[in-house]
């Protein structure tokens, strides 16, 4: 089993739509980032929280440390929007504060 | 500052040969990291530095790879003798407090 799991693995929605992207975790976590990797293949830290919830215009990531689980939302959203969506976490044990990645969403959202 | 800069942006060559790829961070930050993106296994870490020194270097799948930091300001990823299943993404990456900035990737393929 995966210590990161993210669902859905595709996610296609309408523009304008709310969308969720779940992220779950099995071992003890610092720090998560949500990362964005568009059709090009660069890859942009759109998140990096602890704790609680960050919010950078249309886009709001939350975390619950207790249940082990993160969202990353999309308001409104966008066909530029379309990319793949990564987790990634911070592990607290091991020997280095180094990311493990979960598998990635595809995200399309159609005009 | 023009973010974390990688070259070559591809490369093609033949197995036997030898790959290197490099990595120029941002001015500043002082750990820098190695991935590997495929699409069978998408991320993984392959080396992690901290002030230049090499801190887990756990996932350089053997001994075939090897990574230097000489200096803050630059690092390279060797890989001897390249093979086809060395064929990906690679991406290097620098962080400050937590702040994650990605390269754009070097897309390496070996017939």
């Known amino acids: 089993k995966n210590e990161v799991e993210q669902s859905p693995q595709n996610l296609t929605a309408q523009e304008g739509e709310f969308i969720t992207i779940n992220c779950s975790y099995s071992?003890?976590?610092?720090?998560l980032h949500w990362l964005q990797q568009h059709p090009g293949g660069g890859i942009v830290s759109l998140f990096m929280?602890?704790?609680g919830k960050k919010k950078h215009g249309r886009l709001i990531a939350t975390i619950n440390i207790q249940e082990k689980h993160s969202s990353l939302h999309i308001t409104a959203s966008h066909p530029r929007d379309s990319a793949v969506y990564i987790c990634a976490v911070y592990i607290s044990s091991g020997s280095a504060r180094q990311l493990t990645f979960g598998s990635g969403t595809q995200l399309t959202v159609l005009p | 500052d023009a973010g974390v800069i990688q070259s070559p942006r591809h490369e093609v060559t033949e197995m036997g040969q030898e790959v290197t790829l490099r990595c120029k961070p941002i001015?500043?930050?002082?750990?820098l990291f190695w991935y590997r993106q495929t699409m069978m296994r998408g991320l993984e870490l392959l080396i992690y530095f901290n002030n230049n020194v090499p801190i887990d270097d756990s996932g350089m799948p053997e001994d075939r790879f090897s990574a230097k930091m000489p200096n803050a300001s630059f690092s390279t990823l060797k890989i001897q003798p390249s093979e086809p299943r060395d064929s990906a993404v690679y991406f290097c990456?620098?962080?400050?407090?937590?702040?994650?900035?990605f390269g754009e990737g070097s897309r390496l393929t070996v017939l």
């Open positions: 929280l602890s704790s």
């Open positions: 071992v003890g976590i610092s720090a």
């Open positions: 001015s500043g930050h002082n750990s």
């Open positions: 990456a620098s962080r400050v407090f937590g702040d994650l900035f």
